[in-house]
């Protein structure tokens, strides 16, 4: 047995007060006045002895508080019997009561944050399934068989593979595939700042019609920031006005050239060129990003800006390409070898407050009884 908070058996310090109820209960001897005292020799006065009376209602009583001081320290018990049923588990967007059918005793869940009970309500179809499956491996005993039903193709993936501690069953069912939105990922750039760079607008034109085909859009006043959709590229040396700087924190991305302070710890380099020399840097800024070339927009300064990959290199880096989203489930049968659950240990607060309950009641009449002989 192990304790959570061993610190609430400070509570036993609460024994002092049965000890001195129990003590200033004490029955003295009443004087009682009668004739021809003169015949009586004095005594030697009795010494005082302390005395407690009603010794099963004492012993009761601290029982019942060292129990309430037991249930705040939070004892629980590790080891015993471990409950192995099988779990059947059933991705989010899929007709679970048709794949449970007339099976109504299994343990039958969601995939889906906490695992609700089949019966319950269909959660979201969209949910991190990857993390989940991990989530859900950790949560069972070790040795549950475990049965998963998803779509095919199957959404909700990671980075990884999921890896578990235990076989999976894995069904997959056939689901329709999402239409996904066609047209090229491309990026808007909207100058900002005066006056205008020509080099670096010849330069901004190219990579715009590289992206979408498009011209570069002209030169907003600098009091207006550029849209939610857009990139912002301040070409000035002059700090950002306050739109473009709110703009900018609520998460929006700024292109900006030098000059700036070099050597800022805040800055990370995020592409270099064929001589491993640092090209364009990130900074931060409140929910957006401030990204700084090292060099004017120019090829006399900036050699890589000729290279026929540059457009595409930073495209990924100020639109990134979004993660995949869906994948074929079998693809994506979940592999072995990730670490065991640990041993869940029970909680003994509900037998402890059982058992409280009823040394209470005990109490209760045992101190009721002593009163009814107290006052016969």
Same mark, same amino acid.
């Given at each position: 047995?192990?304790?959570?908070?061993?610190?609430?058996?400070?509570?036993?310090?609460?024994?002092?007060?049965?000890?001195?109820?129990?003590?200033?209960?004490?029955?003295?001897?009443?004087?009682?006045?009668?004739?021809?005292?003169?015949?009586?020799?004095?005594?030697?006065?009795?010494?005082?002895?302390?005395?407690?009376?009603?010794?099963?209602?004492?012993?009761?009583?601290?029982?019942?508080?060292?129990?309430?001081?037991?249930?705040?320290?939070?004892?629980?018990?590790?080891?015993?019997?471990?409950?192995?049923?099988?779990?059947?588990?059933?991705?989010?967007?899929?007709?679970?009561?048709?794949?449970?059918?007339?099976?109504?005793?299994?343990?039958?869940?969601?995939?889906?944050?906490?695992?609700?009970?089949?019966?319950?309500?269909?959660?979201?179809?969209?949910?991190?399934?990857?993390?989940?499956?991990?989530?859900?491996?950790?949560?069972?005993?070790?040795?549950?068989?475990? /049965?998963?039903?998803?779509?095919?193709?199957?959404?909700?993936?990671?980075?990884?593979?999921?890896?578990?501690?235990?076989?999976? /069953?894995?069904?997959?069912?056939?689901?329709?595939?999402?239409?996904?939105?066609?047209?090229?990922?491309?990026?808007?750039?909207?100058?900002?700042?005066?006056?205008?760079?020509?080099?670096?607008?010849?330069?901004?034109?190219?990579?715009?019609?590289?992206? /979408?085909?498009?011209?570069?859009?002209?030169?907003?006043?600098?009091?207006?920031?550029?849209?939610?959709?857009?990139?912002?590229?301040?070409?000035?040396?002059?700090?950002?006005?306050?739109?473009?700087?709110?703009?900018?924190?609520?998460?929006?991305?700024?292109?900006?050239?030098?000059?700036?302070?070099?050597?800022?710890?805040?800055?990370?380099?995020?592409?270099?060129?064929?001589?491993?020399?640092?090209?364009?840097?990130?900074?931060?800024?409140?929910?957006?990003?401030?990204?700084?070339?090292?060099?004017?927009?120019?090829?006399?300064?900036?050699?890589?800006?000729?290279?026929?990959?540059?457009?595409?290199?930073?495209?990924?880096?100020?639109?990134?390409?979004?993660?995949?989203?869906?994948?074929?489930?079998?693809?994506? /049968?979940?592999?072995?070898?990730?670490?065991?659950?640990?041993?869940?240990?029970?909680?003994?607060?509900?037998?402890?407050?059982?058992?409280?309950?009823?040394?209470?009641?005990?109490?209760?009449?045992?101190?009721?009884?002593?009163?009814?002989?107290?006052?016969?």
């Amino acid at each position: 047995m192990g304790l959570l908070f061993p610190l609430g058996l400070l509570a036993l310090a609460a024994w002092l007060v049965p000890l001195l109820i129990h003590l200033a209960r004490r029955q003295h001897d009443a004087p009682l006045e009668f004739a021809a005292l003169r015949w009586l020799r004095a005594k030697a006065r009795p010494r005082q002895r302390i005395r407690l009376d009603e010794w099963p209602l004492l012993l009761v009583r601290l029982l019942l508080l060292a129990a309430l001081a037991l249930l705040l320290a939070r004892p629980l018990l590790h080891g015993g019997a471990v409950d192995t049923h099988p779990v059947t588990a059933v991705a989010p967007g899929l007709d679970g009561a048709a794949l449970r059918g007339a099976d109504r005793d299994a343990d039958w869940r969601w995939l889906a944050p906490g695992f609700p009970a089949l019966q319950a309500a269909s959660p979201p179809a969209a949910q991190p399934l990857a993390s989940l499956l991990r989530e859900l491996d950790q949560t069972l005993p070790a040795g549950t068989p475990l /049965t998963v039903y998803v779509p095919d193709p199957m959404p909700g993936l990671d980075a990884q593979r999921p890896r578990l501690s235990r076989p999976v /069953t894995w069904r997959t069912v056939t689901a329709a595939v999402p239409a996904t939105p066609s047209g090229k990922r491309g990026v808007q750039l909207q100058p900002g700042g005066a006056p205008p760079d020509a080099q670096a607008l010849r330069v901004l034109d190219a990579l715009q019609r590289a992206w /979408t085909g498009q011209p570069l859009a002209a030169q907003r006043a600098d009091g207006v920031p550029p849209d939610d959709a857009q990139t912002g590229v301040w070409l000035s040396d002059a700090p950002l006005p306050a739109a473009w700087q709110a703009w900018l924190e609520r998460g929006g991305t700024v292109l900006t050239t030098p000059p700036a302070p070099r050597h800022d710890a805040a800055w990370s380099v995020l592409l270099r060129d064929a001589d491993d020399l640092p090209v364009l840097e990130q900074r931060a800024v409140g929910a957006g990003r401030l990204l700084r070339f090292t060099a004017p927009l120019a090829p006399a300064e900036l050699p890589v800006l000729r290279e026929a990959t540059f457009p595409q290199r930073l495209l990924a880096i100020v639109r990134p390409a979004p993660a995949p989203r869906l994948a074929m489930a079998g693809a994506h /049968t979940p592999l072995t070898g990730a670490a065991a659950p640990r041993a869940q240990p029970r909680e003994l607060a509900p037998w402890l407050l059982l058992a409280i309950v009823l040394v209470f009641a005990l109490e209760r009449w045992l101190a009721t009884a002593a009163r009814r002989r107290a006052s016969a």
